[in-house]
């Protein structure tokens, strides 16, 4: 299994410990499918009858039963079905339900989501919220906001209002407006990376990562702001990079001191990892080690999540 030299490295670097074949099984291109069923659709149980007429055999997975995993031979026939196009299953990473199960949005409340196209985490906050509340979808790239758009009605996600706009402005146009807040920033992507492939490789590198770094900052800065003293913000990445990760939120601790906290996270993820304390002789703030990594095996996504509250 083949992956770019710098990048096995710079893993074996985060995670000393680890065996790292082990790992990489996950990102091989015929991992398993995994596909959440969209419950604001009415009769949305109907597709566990269309899913056996196509002769697809699919399990509950154990982080939220209404998303199933089912074989990859699979691929091909279900990205072209009517369920796929007709909003009433989403195919998704379960990693990709991380973010939306730590921020916990509940029914009523104001939520926003900073970097949200395609709408993959928007579709499954208007689910937790049942439609209920508002969630502003905000997204700068316009054949992205528009693919969101067309998503966003498929899907019945009748509580977002999306704005085609710049991320880095939100915080300052409507501050502490949000109850909740995730940002799902843009960033290197190593999730993206497949052994075998050098075509996924081709745009990573560590200059993408330290350019990815220098735009998270400006969006994580915007996210808090925007965010209600008292509420609750996800930093979030599908890179392991850490200058992206703990070292982008070490930034925010440093610039917003006494206002903003990193808290717990619930227990999701059996094997998933502490932040880490330090990288490359850049100490970070100790309560990191309370964000998660998430390493790119048992069927998950590699990822990194952080919980913040804001306290003034
Ligand atoms: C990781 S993706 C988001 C995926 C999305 N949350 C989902 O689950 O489907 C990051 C998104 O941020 C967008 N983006 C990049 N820079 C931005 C900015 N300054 N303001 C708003 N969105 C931005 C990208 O175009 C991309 O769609």
Redesign the pocket.
């Known amino acids: 299994m083949r992956l770019p030299d710098l990048f096995v490295n710079r893993f074996r670097e985060i995670y000393p410990d680890l065996t790292i074949d082990d790992c990489f099984a996950c990102m091989q291109a015929n991992s398993s499918l995994f596909f959440r069923l969209n419950t604001l659709m009415p009769e949305w149980q109907q597709v566990l009858s269309q899913l056996s007429e196509m002769g697809i055999d699919a399990q509950a997975h154990p982080l939220y039963p209404l998303m199933l995993h089912t074989s990859s031979v699979h691929r091909q026939s279900l990205v072209n079905s009517d369920l796929v196009l007709d909003g009433r299953i989403y195919i998704q990473n379960p990693s990709?339900l991380l973010p939306v199960l730590c921020l916990e949005p509940c029914a009523g409340e104001e939520i926003l989501d900073?970097?949200?196209?395609?709408?993959?985490?928007t579709t499954f906050i208007a689910e937790r919220m049942q439609n209920q509340g508002r969630i502003a979808a905000?997204?700068?790239?316009k054949s992205?906001f528009f693919k969101m758009k067309k998503i966003l009605a498929q899907w019945n996600a009748s509580c977002v209002h999306t704005y085609l706009a710049?991320?880095?402005t939100i915080g300052r146009k409507v501050p502490q407006r949000f109850d909740r807040t995730l940002l799902?920033?843009?960033?290197s992507s190593e999730t993206k990376l497949i052994t075998d492939q050098p075509e996924s490789w081709r745009y990573w590198s560590e200059k993408k990562i330290k350019a990815s770094a220098s735009?998270q900052k400006p969006?994580l800065r915007s996210a808090f702001e925007a965010t209600k003293i008292g509420g609750r913000l996800v930093y979030c990445t599908?890179t392991t990079a850490p200058e992206e990760n703990e070292g982008v939120v070490n930034w925010l601790l440093q610039q917003y001191a006494g206002s903003v906290e990193v808290l717990p996270l619930p227990k999701l993820v059996s094997d998933w990892r502490p932040g880490l304390a330090d990288w490359r002789g850049e100490n970070f703030h100790p309560s990191l080690e309370s964000s998660r990594r998430v390493l790119p095996r048992h069927g998950y996504a590699c990822f990194y999540l952080c919980l913040l509250q804001r306290t003034a």
């Open positions: 990709s900073l970097c949200a196209a395609p709408g993959g985490k905000v997204e700068a790239v992205r710049d991320g880095r799902d920033a843009p960033c735009k969006l599908c």
